[in-house]
């Protein structure tokens, strides 16, 4: 079992990185990467002790970047969370979400809707996410539900949207190989592309030394899996697997809860890669 894709209260995940290991190991998770938006602070906060025997705990980040006008999330694994330059861009992707944050703050007072910025301050979290901020709408009685607060409020046509200038993919792609990791294409489907567009995306991040990109997760229809699981074959990608595990409270998106590769794709699994660095004796 291997789930290489998943959030802690670092960003916009509901556990710390303990209960998040502890959740993993009791669901006989064996490789678990934790993935946080654009920060890395779970890895700095995990001890030797917090990591149960057995599991192997993989550093990773989740970064996002612009790509034609989208938001395109690439994922980081086996990270050095020590590497300087992948540390600076990091913290340039922070200051944008508190910029954004506080952009939000701004449009929410014009509209009478105070207490983003204290609401914000008392949560755990280094990189700030639309999720925290959908939550305190929710809590506010503005938004009924995660769908409706992005829909009517922080998603593209929201009324409180505000963007952030977020990297470029060949930025996250060379601070993540910089740093001795791999760079694998979250969630593929979720970016609403056309085919034409996904290719051109995935030739573009190849071009800038991308790995992969993630052919199962959850929630995903098996037909689209067939169709990732082929894009993979077909421009020589990796293929990864991941929950994107936010919170035990969305059940269906619960850590290792992904189908298996597609046949036909097993041999190009992310851990047959060449830098897939050996287990620890
Ligand atoms: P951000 O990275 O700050 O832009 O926030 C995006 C995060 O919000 C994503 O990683 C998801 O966890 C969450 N999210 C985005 N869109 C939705 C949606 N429509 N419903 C629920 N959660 C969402
Ligand atoms: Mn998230
Ligand atoms: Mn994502
Ligand atoms: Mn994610």
Partial sequence: MIDLHSH?????????????????????IRQLAITDHDSVAAHRSVAAGDIPAGLRLITGVEISTLWDNREIHIVGLFIDIDHPGLNDLLRR???????????IGIKLEKAGIT??????????CEAISRNHIADFLIAGGHATGKQQAFSKHLGKRGRFHSSADWCSISDAVTAIRAASGIAVVAHPDRYKLNRVKLRRLLAEFSEAGGDALEVSYSNLH??????LADLCCDLALW???????????????????????????????????????????
């Fill in 8 to 28: 802690t209260w670092f960003s916009d995940g509901l556990l710390s990185p303990q209960a998040l290991l502890q959740r993993a190991d009791a669901l006989g």
């Fill in 93 to 103: 992707q922070q200051a944008k979400r508190r910029q954004r944050a506080m952009d």
């Fill in 115 to 124: 207490g983003l910025e204290p609401y914000l301050t008392a949560l755990p």
């Fill in 222 to 227: 098996p037909d689209k899996m067939k169709n």
């Fill in 239 to 281: 293929a990864s697997v991941g929950s994107d595990f936010h919170t035990p409270h969305t059940t269906w998106m619960d850590l290792g809860r992904v189908r298996k590769l597609p046949a036909h794709c097993e041999d190009r699994a992310l851990w047959l890669h060449p830098r897939w660095p050996a287990p620890a004796a």
